[in-house]
């Protein structure tokens, strides 16, 4: 697992690419990304969702905000693999996505851009915003009709989520230059072994 200063945004959406900090779960290879509250913080600030440098010691010392984000990221995982596999959400899940949307509404502000459109927004300097913006986009793409655009990548201890946006729909793999191109590659290794296998 890359750290969270690698890490790319693959998924085409702030709460995917959230999703996607943690890889292979339930695997003996699985990663994880998000190991400190400083680490959520530097996730946040590379995806713009908080301001660079603001965060203050006050609020990085309060690692309670680390186990929130990762409970409502492990949330977020659950329904999306529902979506991608056609399964209804847990009674349960549900209710603990609209807690915690309700939660964040709360807390946040009403903004007007200068083109006069309206939007919520939270204190960017607070750590806790990364969850509030994560949680309430999650809300709004799970909210969209069709999802055949949301996919799950099928590489080996990967499971990371995105949208698709090829013109054909056929976007199979999180990136070609990762996961794409591991497949290809034991491609390769099985075919001259099975060749093999026909000529004797």
Same mark, same amino acid.
């Given at each position: 697992?890359? *750290? @969270?200063?690698?890490?790319?945004? /693959? $998924? &085409?959406?702030?709460? =995917?690419?959230?999703?996607?900090? !943690?890889?292979?779960?339930?695997?003996?290879?699985?990663?994880?990304?998000?190991?400190?509250?400083?680490?959520?913080?530097?996730?946040?600030?590379?995806?713009?969702?908080?301001?660079? *440098? @603001?965060?203050?010691?006050?609020? /990085? $010392? &309060?690692?309670?905000? =680390?186990?929130?984000?990762?409970? !409502?990221?492990?949330?977020?995982?659950?329904?999306?693999?529902?979506?991608?596999?056609?399964?209804?959400?847990?009674?349960?899940?549900?209710?603990?996505?609209?807690?915690?949307?309700?939660?964040?509404?709360?807390?946040?502000?009403?903004?007007?851009?200068?083109?006069?459109?309206?939007?919520?927004?939270?204190?960017?300097?607070?750590?806790?915003?990364?969850?509030?913006?994560?949680?309430?986009?999650?809300?709004?793409?799970?909210?969209?009709?069709?999802?055949?655009?949301?996919?799950?990548?099928?590489?080996?201890?990967?499971?990371?989520?995105?949208?698709?946006?090829?013109?054909?729909?056929?976007?199979?793999?999180?990136?070609?230059?990762?996961?794409?191109?591991?497949?290809?590659?034991?491609?390769?290794?099985?075919?001259?072994?099975?060749?093999?296998?026909?000529?004797?």
């Amino acid at each position: 697992m890359q *750290s @969270v200063a690698e890490i790319p945004f /693959i $998924a &085409g959406h702030v709460a =995917l690419d959230f999703v996607n900090t !943690a890889e292979g779960r339930g695997h003996a290879d699985s990663g994880e990304a998000l190991h400190t509250a400083d680490d959520l913080r530097q996730w946040g600030e590379r995806r713009g969702v908080i301001a660079p *440098s @603001v965060i203050t010691d006050s609020v /990085i $010392a &309060g690692d309670d905000e =680390l186990p929130a984000a990762l409970q !409502a990221r492990e949330l977020l995982y659950r329904l999306f693999l529902d979506q991608t596999q056609g399964r209804r959400a847990a009674a349960e899940d549900l209710a603990t996505l609209e807690r915690l949307v309700s939660g964040a509404y709360q807390v946040a502000h009403l903004d007007q851009a200068a083109d006069g459109r309206f939007s919520w927004g939270w204190d960017r300097a607070q750590l806790s915003t990364v969850r509030y913006v994560v949680v309430t986009s999650a809300l709004a793409l799970l909210s969209q009709s069709p999802s055949a655009r949301l996919k799950q990548c099928p590489g080996d201890d990967c499971g990371w989520f995105f949208i698709d946006t090829t013109k054909r729909g056929n976007r199979r793999w999180c990136s070609m230059s990762e996961c794409g191109q591991e497949a290809k590659t034991a491609r390769r290794r099985v075919r001259p072994a099975s060749h093999e296998v026909d000529a004797r």
